[in-house]
């Protein structure tokens, strides 16, 4: 072995609690180190692998790590280790990596893991130094790997770490619970029950909370911030009746594992059962979700997102200079970012300690600010009724429509911008069928009751179309806008709606009535909006993408087959890209890239000496608008007849399952989020003279609000696409993870 292998060699391992996700990070980390030319090794069951040693230590090829993307769990295993904790065992485990040349690891679990990987970073000199007085390793081994250079990533599905703004496994178990909850909430609502649900998080509220806005459920318990009041079971439980008094057929109350009172003292479920019982006399059923929260194939989110955080683990290490601190990659503000480990730790730690310290505010602040704001939004959310409007407040009468293609999430969307705009006193229009309802004069006000149950329901509960007006139907819309005396319109859908908002806009000086406040709400599946990292849907149609692609794949064990699969987005390739990185297609087709005749050739060859080699199954992704003449079908015939007996090859259109099925728990938090600062806007705006008209967006994790003006500046009109999209950045690691040996040039 050469020196300069021998200071390259990576070793990855998975410890603590599994997480699903972990697999594609691992997966990364192996094709991105093979990628620069660098050994890699994965440790088998954490820690206690790299005690014991031997084959628990394995090299590693671009095959084995094939086909465990959709996997839960960890395939190379987790395990508790009571003997790294002693130094004797740091001892045999830092002899079994010298003796393969490890000096570097990727450490993928809690802060725990995280904590060991760094203690033992720290003894690895005098570790090294009593295995040369041992005789064990020599002088010069020693020299060649005098330090251990170390990053972690986090595996938790409570995201409960500081420095990441997402954790490994956080958003499947969110899918996990808000599943269980929907399904649970048909049980309760068919025989008006109560239930209490119990999720984990022992000091972290994150999935507690969001699964209580992402499910629409009634009260949630979280560790950060207790009930503010002694007598919190009144306080509950006039909240659930007034709701039962209000019409809701179910009342679902969400408790974290660590839920406790002001004084510290655990809230059980049995506890939260017993109230409601005896207070309400309500037939109450408790549900621990338990270690279903853990299980399953890993969202969309999670696959992508770990094989960014692997890729990025790999090049920190190569980059890592001797003395560099220790890095935990991580996700904030939807880039991956590098933090110094230990301070990571720390602060996580401290959360704790001020839980404990019953210094909640100051708990709930290094949560960050959105975690409040959703705390907040929450308390309204849940009120079975309004608070009545204050004597001698303004009242405005607020339109609110969908336009466009369906967006799962719209209804999630509505229902915020009505129960935050009614609490706030307002009275809320909702607008039939787009902008036709607008020209058309289908007009209602809404009441808090008129959206229960809205929050998880996929489709249009108000209706959408693609209508755009023109001519005469800006007359009809000025005239309607005026007989409801409509003084705000929050606009909730995709480029057709944009259009139309926009063109509001550009004929307030023509019709006065449109010179109201106006804002638009991103919603479409494609992702093709500007001012927006993600629009609402966009999620939920990747995950029914991959969920899709997956059981293609599963279909295609017995044969050997190469599948093109044609997904949405029109001309945006978001989908496209996304879902090939999180189902590890081999090939992605964008329109942004083009499709060369060339490119072709390149595939069929690729193809052709995988399957000559053995290989088994084939994937490609082609966005549906990728080129005019090379369409789905033509690819599909020419891989087909230059695949001759050697691979046979389908296509699957998949249409529009995509836009279907219930929103996902990402998108059901976002669109709560945005709708909130909507009806914020429209209401700040409302008394200027001159009000404004924009539309809303989340970038880097923020809520920002652009000039509608600004639209044609920003957006790339033929192709109906943002001139700037921040997801093309990731072709480099999707071509890294597709296949093996040289990159295409971007
Ligand atoms: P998590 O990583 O999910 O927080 P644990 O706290 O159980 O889970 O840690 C997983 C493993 O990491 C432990 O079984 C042990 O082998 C190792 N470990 C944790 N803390 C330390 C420590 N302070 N020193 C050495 N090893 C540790």
């Known amino acids: 072995m050469s020196a300069q292998n021998i200071t390259k060699s990576i070793a990855v391992l998975t410890s603590g609690g599994d997480a699903p996700g972990m697999n594609a990070a691992v997966r990364a980390v192996v094709r991105t180190a093979l990628d620069k030319g660098v050994e890699v090794y994965a440790i088998y069951e954490g820690y206690q692998g790299m005690v014991d040693g031997g084959d628990r230590i394995r090299k590693m090829d671009w095959d084995s790590v094939g086909g465990i993307l959709q996997r839960g769990g960890t395939v190379i295993g987790s395990a508790r280790c009571a003997a790294f904790r002693t130094r004797e065992g740091r001892l045999r485990a830092a002899h079994n990596l010298i003796k393969l040349g490890i000096d570097n690891l990727v450490v993928i679990g809690g802060d725990g893991s995280l904590t060991g990987a760094n203690l033992f970073r720290q003894e690895w000199p005098d570790l090294l130094a009593e295995l040369v007085n041992k005789k064990s390793i020599s002088k010069k081994t020693a020299e060649l790997h005098a330090d251990l250079r170390i990053v972690g990533l986090v595996g938790s599905i409570d995201n409960d770490m500081f420095g990441t703004d997402m954790t490994i496994g956080a958003d499947t178990a969110l899918h996990r619970i808000t599943e269980a909850i929907d399904a649970i909430s048909s049980t309760a ?13 022992r000091n972290c509220g994150y999935l507690a909370l969001m699964s209580c806005i992402a499910t629409g459920a009634d009260w949630v318990l979280i560790p950060e911030s207790p009930p503010n009041v002694d007598d919190w079971e009144s306080k509950m439980c006039e ?11 179910d009342s679902i109350v969400i408790v974290a594992e660590g839920a406790a009172d002001r004084h510290g003292n655990p809230i059980s479920c049995d506890y939260v059962k017993k109230v409601l019982e005896e207070r309400l006399g309500e037939d109450t059923r408790v549900t621990i979700l338990g270690h279903v929260q853990r299980g399953g194939s890993p969202s969309a989110y999670d696959r992508y997102m770990s094989t960014l955080l692997g890729e990025d683990a790999v090049e920190t290490l190569l980059d890592a200079k001797a003395d560099d601190e220790p890095q935990l990659i991580g996700m904030r503000q939807n880039r991956v970012t590098r933090t110094p480990l230990m301070d990571c730790v720390q602060k996580t730690h401290s959360i704790a300690d001020l839980i404990a310290a019953k210094e909640f505010d100051q708990a709930m602040d290094m949560r960050g600010s959105s975690f409040k704001e959703m705390f907040r939004t929450l308390r309204t959310l849940v009120r079975a009724l309004p608070h009545p409007p204050t004597p001698g407040q303004r009242r405005l009468r607020l339109g609110v429509l969908n336009c466009s293609a369906l967006s799962p999430g719209m209804n999630t969307a509505t229902r ?3 129960r935050i705009g009614v609490d706030k006193g307002h009275i809320i229009l909702g607008v039939r069928n787009g902008f036709q309802g607008l020209v058309d004069g289908d007009i209602e006000e809404m009441g808090w009751m008129d959206v229960a149950g809205w929050a998880t329901r996929g489709g249009s509960e108000l209706g959408t179309n693609r209508h755009m007006p023109q001519g005469s139907d800006f007359y009809a819309i000025a005239r309607h806008i ?4 409509i003084e705000g319109l929050l606009m909730i859908g995709g480029w057709v709606g944009y259009q139309a908002a926009y063109q509001l806009f550009l004929q307030r000086r023509n019709f006065p009535a449109f010179n109201i406040p106006i804002i638009c709400l991103p919603a479409s599946i494609n992702n093709n909006l500007p001012g927006s990292d993600f629009s609402v849907g966009a999620d939920t149609a990747l995950n029914n993408i991959v969920e899709a692609v997956d059981k293609i794949k599963q279909s295609a064990v017995a044969s050997r087959r190469c599948f093109v699969v044609e997904v949405m987005g029109r001309y945006c390739g978001y989908l496209a890209l996304m879902s090939g990185l999180a189902t590890g297609a081999e090939r992605v087709y964008l329109h942004e890239e083009g499709i060369t005749l060339n490119a072709l050739k390149n595939d069929v060859d690729y193809l052709v000496k995988g399957f000559q080699e053995g290989k088994r199954l084939g994937v490609m992704i082609r966005c549906e608008n990728a080129n005019k003449f090379y369409t789905t079908d033509f690819i599909r015939a020419l891989f087909d007849e230059e695949g001759g007996d050697l691979f046979d090859v389908r296509q699957a ?6 836009q279907g099925g219930d929103p996902s728990p990402f998108d059901r938090i976002q669109a709560t989020r945005l709708a909130v600062k909507c009806i914020d806007f429209l209401v700040d705006q409302a008394d200027f003279p001159d009000p404004g008209a924009s539309f809303i967006g989340l970038q880097g ?7 509608l003006q600004d639209l044609p500046r920003m957006v790339d009109a033929e192709f109906q696409r943002p001139k700037k999209q921040w997801w093309l950045d990731l072709r480099a690691i999707a071509n890294i993870m597709a296949q093996p040996g040289p990159k295409p040039r971007l």
Not at 653 to 658: A, D, K, M, P, V
Not at 701 to 707: F, I, N, R, S, W
């Open 189 to 201: 609502a068919s025989h008006q029950r109560t239930f209490v649900v119990e999720v984990m998080g």
């Open 239 to 249: 909240v659930l009746k007034a709701g039962r008094t209000a019409g809701r057929r």
């Open 416 to 418: 915020a911008a009505v």
């Open 482 to 485: 005026e007989e409801h005396q």
């Open 653 to 658: 259109i998949l249409g529009h399952l995509q």
């Open 701 to 707: 994790g923020q809520v920002k609000l652009h000039d």
